[in-house]
C-alpha cells in the first residue's frame, strides 16, 4: 500500500485563517494563518500577518516573521498596521505597529510603564480598535498591580471562589499630539476607562471619538452572559477625568459583539429572545448612539431599540455597517453554508448579498464598501474572498459573486487525494428533515469495491454544525485520513444542531439522548439502506457533546463494532458544580439534578455505561474547564470494571480543545489507527439494540 497522504504530521500545517480586515480604501487584505512550530522545547501554534491586493498581483506577502502575530487591523488612514504579539521580556501579550508599506514592527508600551509608575498596569490584550483619527487605541485588557504580582510571585495567592475574578478592562492608548504619526520614538500615554467588578466583552469607538459603547457582565464567567447589558461611557474627561456609564439595555447573548455606525446615529447588536437559555436564540437591534441624558437612570437611558429583520438561524453573526450607514451586515448559518444579509435599519426584510452555499465564520467590510470573508467547501481549503457592495444597497440591486484573492497552501499540507462527497437528507417521523454529508474514498466503486466500513461523526455543541468545510481540516477525525484508510465517514446535524433555525435548536430540550438519537441512528441506516456501508463495521466517534452521544449510544445499542469518545459529558449530575458552564446542563435538563433526579438519571450516560459491550478509546484534555477531566474518568472507570476494552488518553495543558501540534498529531494518530484496526476488519454480525 502507498504511503498515506493525510498523516497527522502533515495535516497539523493546514493553513487555518483566523482573521481578515480590508483595508480603508479597499485596495488591500490583511489576513493571518497559523503553522505548527516545532522544536526540541517548542510545541505550539503561531499565527503569521499576511497581506494581499485586491486588484493585480494576488500573491500574498508575509508580514510578520517569528513570534505568533494576531488581529492585524489597518490605521484608518491605510499608513499603519497594528496588531497583537507577545512584549518582549514579558509573559503578556501587547499591541504592536508597523508601516504599511513595510518595515520592522515595534510594540507600544506607555510611557513609565514601570511598576511604580500611576500609568495604569495592565496584563494581556483582548480586542482592540483604532479611534477614528488614528492617534488612540482601546483594548481590553486584566489590570494588575505591583501588590498582585508580589502575591503570585510569593505564592501567596488564595483566591475565594466566585468572588476573586479577573475582570476585563477598557484602556486607551493615546499618542502625543506632536506629530500626526506614531512611530517607535514617540510617547504612548495609557488610560483605564473603566473600574470595578465589572467584565468587558467587547466595545465598540463612536466615529466622533467622544463615546465608547461596551458590553459589560458581573463576571468574567461565561455564564454571565445571560446578563450581559450594552453600555455607553462619555470619554471627554468631565466632572476631573471621571465619567459615569449608562447602561441602555440588557442583552443577553452570549459572546456578543456590537459595532457604532459610519455615522454615528445607531449602534447594532445582536439581543436575545429565548428566554436567556443555553440554546439561545437572538435578533439583531439598533439602539440610538447618542449617550442618554446625565439624569437618565439606567432604566430609561435610551429609546426603545429598534428590531431589525429576523434572519432564518435567530444568531445573526455582526459584521459590520454599509458606509452609507442604511444596512448591518450580518452572517446567518443556513444549513450547511452561511449567507450574508443586509438588514435595513428600517425593518424592512433582509437582502442577500452572498447565498448560503459555502460556510463562512470570518467576514469584515471597510469604510469603502468592500466586504472580505474567509470561505471553503468540500474540496477547496479555506480562502480569503473580496466582494465590491454598490451603493446604494437596494432590494433590486445585482451583487457579483465574490472572487478568490488568496488561498494559503503551505508546502508541507497535503493536496489531495479528496474524498467523495455525497450530501444527504432524511426525514424523521416526527417531521424534521436532517442533513448528512458522507464521505467515500477517493477511488470508491460501490460496483467494484462493495461495502465499506462506516464511522458515524457526532459534531458538539449540541448547537453546533457541519457544513462543507474542507475534508482535510485537522481534527480528531478527519475525513480525508480515514477515507484514505478505506472507511467511510458520515457526518449529521441531529436536532438541536444550529443552521436550521429557533425550532430546530431547541427541539432536543429536555430530550438528550433522544429524538437527537433516533435522527443519527436513522442516518446510519440511510447509509446502510444505500448499500455503501456495511452493518458488522460500523463505528461512532465525537468530541465535547458528540464525546456525550458517542458514550451514550454504546449504552443504548451493540450495533457498534468501536468508539471513540472525546471530551465527553457521561454525567449530567456531577457536571454542573465541576463545569464553567453551570446551568448549561439544568436548561436542557429542565433543571436542577435535584429538582428532576429521574430524568437526569435516565440521560447520563454513566448510569447505563455497566451495559456497553463495544470496545473503545477515550480522548480528554487534562485541564479541561468546559468539560472537566472527572467526566471521562468516571465512564472509563465503569468500562474498566466491567473488562470493556477501554483506553483513555489525557492530554496534558490542554483545555476543551488540543492545542498544541504534537498532542494534536497523537490525537488524530490514534483515532486512524483505532478505527482502522478496529473497522477494516471482518467482524460477527454485533448484536442489536440494548435490552
Given at each position: ?15 487555518l ?18 503553522s ?11 499565527q503569521?500577518v ?61 510611557e513609565?510603564s514601570?511598576?511604580?509608575?500611576p500609568?495604569p ?55 502625543a ?61 468631565e ?17 456578543a ?71 448591518v ?68 440591486t445585482?451583487?457579483?459573486a465574490?472572487q ?45 469495491d ?24 485537522p ?5 480525508a ?40 441512528m ?57 463545569a464553567?458552564i ?25 448510569f ?26 468516571q ?57
Amino acid at each position: 500500500m502507498n504511503k498515506p497522504h493525510w498523516q497527522p504530521d502533515a495535516l497539523i500545517h493546514y493553513p487555518l485563517i483566523e482573521h481578515v480586515h480590508v483595508a480603508p480604501q479597499g485596495d488591500a487584505v490583511l489576513y493571518t494563518t497559523e503553522s505548527p512550530h516545532l522544536t526540541d522545547d517548542a510545541s505550539e501554534f503561531r499565527q503569521r500577518v499576511y497581506c494581499v491586493n485586491t486588484q493585480g498581483d494576488a500573491t500574498p506577502r508575509p508580514l510578520t516573521h517569528g513570534p505568533s502575530a494576531s488581529t492585524p487591523k489597518w490605521s484608518p488612514d491605510g499608513t499603519l498596521i497594528a496588531f497583537v504579539r507577545r512584549l518582549p521580556d514579558s509573559p503578556h501579550t501587547g499591541i504592536w505597529l508597523m508601516p504599511a508599506a513595510g518595515g520592522e514592527p515595534w510594540p507600544l508600551v506607555a510611557e513609565n510603564s514601570q511598576p511604580d509608575s500611576p500609568v495604569p498596569q495592565h496584563e494581556s490584550i483582548g480586542q482592540f480598535e483604532w479611534r477614528f483619527d488614528g492617534k488612540a487605541i482601546a483594548f481590553t485588557s486584566v489590570p494588575t498591580d505591583d501588590e498582585r504580582r508580589r502575591r503570585t510571585r510569593q505564592r501567596d495567592d488564595v483566591r475565594q471562589w466566585q468572588v476573586d475574578f479577573d475582570f476585563a478592562h477598557l484602556f486607551v492608548l493615546e499618542f502625543a499630539e506632536e506629530d500626526s504619526t506614531p512611530d517607535r520614538d514617540r510617547a504612548v500615554q495609557c488610560r483605564q476607562l473603566t473600574q470595578g467588578r465589572v467584565h468587558v466583552e467587547s466595545f465598540s469607538w463612536h466615529p466622533a471619538g467622544h463615546t465608547m459603547a461596551y458590553i459589560a457582565q458581573d463576571t468574567p464567567f461565561i455564564e454571565s452572559w445571560r446578563g450581559s447589558r450594552l453600555v455607553m461611557l462619555s470619554l471627554n474627561r468631565e466632572n476631573n477625568g471621571e465619567s459615569q456609564p449608562v447602561t441602555v439595555a440588557t442583552i443577553g447573548v452570549w459572546k456578543a459583539t456590537l459595532a457604532y455606525a459610519p455615522d454615528g446615529a445607531w449602534i447594532a447588536c445582536q439581543q436575545g429572545i429565548a428566554d436567556n437559555r443555553w440554546p439561545y436564540a437572538g435578533r439583531m437591534h439598533i439602539f440610538p448612539g447618542t449617550l442618554p441624558a446625565a439624569n437618565a437612570t439606567s432604566a430609561t437611558a435610551a429609546t426603545a431599540p429598534r428590531p431589525l429583520a429576523d434572519v432564518s438561524d435567530a444568531q445573526p453573526g455582526l459584521i459590520g455597517w454599509t458606509p452609507d450607514s442604511r444596512h448591518v451586515l450580518v452572517l446567518n448559518d443556513r444549513g450547511l453554508g452561511t449567507e450574508v444579509l443586509a438588514l435595513p435599519i428600517d425593518g424592512s426584510d433582509p437582502l442577500t448579498l452572498v447565498g448560503g452555499v459555502e460556510p463562512c465564520k470570518f467576514a469584515h467590510i471597510s469604510a469603502s464598501g468592500h466586504l472580505a470573508l474567509v470561505r471553503q467547501n468540500h474540496h477547496t481549503i479555506n480562502g480569503v474572498d473580496l466582494l465590491h457592495l454598490p451603493a446604494p444597497l437596494v432590494a433590486d440591486t445585482a451583487i457579483s459573486a465574490p472572487q478568490r484573492r488568496a488561498t494559503p497552501a503551505p508546502p508541507a499540507y497535503p493536496t489531495g487525494p479528496l474524498p467523495q462527497v455525497q450530501e444527504l437528507q432524511w426525514t424523521t417521523p416526527d417531521g424534521f428533515t436532517i442533513d448528512g454529508i458522507l464521505y467515500l474514498p477517493a477511488e470508491y466503486d460501490a460496483a467494484r469495491d462493495g461495502k465499506l466500513p462506516l464511522l458515524l461523526h457526532v459534531h458538539g455543541g449540541p448547537m453546533g454544525v457541519f457544513q462543507r468545510v474542507y475534508a482535510g481540516v485537522p481534527y480528531y477525525y478527519t475525513p480525508a485520513a480515514l477515507c484514505e484508510q478505506g472507511i467511510a465517514v458520515l457526518r449529521c446535524n441531529p436536532r438541536g444542531s444550529s443552521g436550521y433555525g429557533k425550532e430546530f435548536r431547541f427541539a432536543n430540550l429536555l430530550d438528550w439522548g433522544g429524538g437527537d438519537y433516533r435522527d443519527l441512528m436513522q442516518g446510519v441506516d440511510t447509509v446502510l439502506e444505500m448499500g455503501i456501508a456495511d452493518a458488522n463495521r460500523l463505528g461512532v466517534c465525537g468530541w465535547s457533546y458528540g464525546g456525550y452521544m458517542s458514550s451514550w449510544i454504546i449504552t443504548q445499542t451493540h450495533r457498534f463494532a468501536a468508539a471513540s469518545i472525546g471530551a465527553p459529558l457521561t454525567n449530567a449530575m456531577s457536571f454542573p458544580a465541576t463545569a464553567d458552564i453551570s446551568s448549561f446542563v439544568p436548561d436542557y435538563y429542565g433543571g436542577e439534578a435535584w429538582e428532576v433526579f429521574d430524568f437526569y438519571r435516565e440521560r447520563s450516560p454513566i448510569f447505563h455505561a455497566h451495559k456497553v459491550q463495544t470496545p473503545a478509546i477515550m480522548q480528554h484534555g487534562g485541564a479541561d474547564p468546559r468539560v472537566p477531566l472527572e467526566q471521562g474518568l468516571q465512564y472509563y472507570y465503569v468500562l474498566a470494571r466491567n473488562q470493556v476494552p477501554v483506553d483513555l488518553f489525557i492530554y496534558p495543558r490542554q483545555g476543551h480543545a488540543i492545542r498544541e501540534p504534537r498532542l494534536l498529531a497523537d490525537a488524530i494518530q490514534r483515532n486512524i489507527t483505532w478505527f482502522t484496526g478496529q473497522l477494516t476488519a471482518q467482524h460477527d454480525a454485533p448484536a442489536g439494540d440494548v435490552q
